[in-house]
């Protein structure tokens, strides 16, 4: 069973910058997609971003410029560089990782496994 672990949230000023790591436990499987996501007070849950086991990247358009998806193959970890900071950021920012076929930003539902959320405040 897979278990992720998000950790690195907290309280910056706009401008800031804050890394996330996400702890993948029984990540065993060659083939993968990960992302990251955020939920707002009173909306949906967005992709933030996702990287596949070949290295490919997409970001949401809000967040392109700003933020950096990498991993640590031999850490199980996924990280999130997070840079000029706004308070438009401002969510529970969670890790979610798939086995199935294809890698998309949109497609949140391919996700089966997710993590308990970090949270990111930015203020002004």
């Known amino acids: 069973q897979v278990q992720l672990v998000e950790s690195g949230g907290g309280s910056v000023q706009a401008g800031g910058s804050l890394r996330l790591s996400c702890a993948a436990y029984g990540h065993t499987y060659s083939s993968y997609c990960m992302g990251w996501f955020r939920q707002a007070p009173g909306k949906e849950r967005e992709g933030v971003a996702i990287i596949d086991s070949d290295g490919g990247t997409d970001y949401a358009d809000s967040v392109k410029g700003r933020f950096t998806i990498s991993q640590d193959n031999a850490k199980n970890t996924l990280y999130l560089q997070m840079n000029s900071l706004k308070p438009e950021d401002t969510a529970m920012y969670y890790c979610?990782?798939?086995?199935?076929?294809?890698?998309?930003?949109?497609?949140?539902?391919?996700?089966?496994?997710w993590g308990q959320g970090t949270q990111v405040t930015v203020s002004s």
């Open positions: 979610a990782a798939h086995y199935l076929r294809g890698c998309r930003l949109r497609a949140r539902a391919d996700f089966g496994y």
